[in-house]
């Protein structure tokens, strides 16, 4: 008996040993970081704007409701190529630009998807003031690359959309937040990522480099998703002189992306021309979906 008694103490300390050190685990594999329960459902609801325009509010995770923009081309044949545009910080759907580049994109065949990032636009539920990359801003960019995904979750479904042919165009934090998103889903066959870099805890000083800064930024750092991009095409569009988004951590970002990629760079500050940063990124989707000019 005794012996036994003995056999049953040590497989039940074996056992208390390899749960008390998985509990103390120190670290997560971020590559599972975004995955969510796609069975949730989205309860879509749509509201006709205009013949051609639909305002769009779904269920995302963390019992957050997404406000949208779909637009349609009214040349082209369905069903329509994707372009998903994401705006910046302080901005929204509807903030000039972005009715700027769903001009464009639509004109040239593109149905447009805009959401409003969380904590913007329809979604401010109480004013914050963003002062660099606190906690609050961690958390609106991990719940952004969420809602995306929930939104692809919808676009999939319409017939009207192909599928096979969605581009990402993401401006400044919707650049940053758009390397993660388009890092962890391969549904975006396109991505293009604007006036956006890599190494954000550099813009914390000092104390940026710390562990704690450094773990904080972890889930929303792109230098930690941008290679899952590869092998699918990627355009950077960059500003020679962005006083945001230094040029080193542009240069940091492109050389942690993998093959194919390209880099256009402007000789401008951060507020580069949207015209010009539409169309360019719009011929790039077109060449390199296989499309034909309209």
Request: hydrophobic share 40%.
């Amino acid at each position: 008996m005794k012996k036994a008694s003995l056999i049953k103490k040590l497989f039940f300390g074996l056992f208390l040993f390899s749960f008390v050190s998985c509990m103390e685990q120190e670290s997560v594999d971020l590559k599972y970081f975004y995955d969510y329960d796609k069975r949730y459902p989205l309860d879509v609801v749509i509201d006709t704007l205009s013949s051609n325009l639909f305002h769009i509010t779904y269920n995302s995770v963390h019992n957050n409701r997404v406000t949208a923009l779909l637009s349609l081309p009214e040349t082209g044949e369905k069903p329509y190529p994707l372009a998903i545009i994401q705006h910046g910080l302080g901005d929204s759907k509807d903030t000039d630009y972005m009715v700027l580049g769903d001009s464009i994109l639509s004109s040239k065949g593109f149905a447009v998807f805009r959401i409003d990032f969380a904590m913007h636009g329809e979604r401010v539920k109480k004013k914050y003031k963003f002062k660099g990359i606190d906690y609050t801003l961690r958390d609106a960019i991990e719940q952004t690359v969420f809602d995306l995904r929930r939104g692809l979750d919808y676009l999939d479904t319409r017939s009207d959309i192909d599928s096979t042919k969605t581009g990402y165009i993401g401006i400044s934090l919707g650049g940053i937040a758009g390397t993660v998103f388009c890092g962890v889903d391969k549904r975006v066959e396109v991505p293009v990522i604007c006036i956006a870099g890599g190494g954000l805890r550099a813009m914390e000083g000092v104390e940026g480099f710390g562990d704690k800064v450094t773990a904080m930024m972890a889930p929303i750092e792109p230098l930690n998703f941008v290679k899952g991009i590869s092998p699918r095409p990627l355009l950077f569009i960059n500003a020679e002189n962005d006083e945001i988004i230094p040029k080193p951590m542009a240069m940091l970002l492109h050389s942690k992306a993998e093959e194919p990629k390209e880099v256009i760079w402007y000789e401008s500050k951060h507020h580069i021309n949207p015209y010009k940063a539409f169309n360019d990124a719009a011929d790039w989707l077109i060449k390199n979906m296989g499309l034909k000019k309209q």
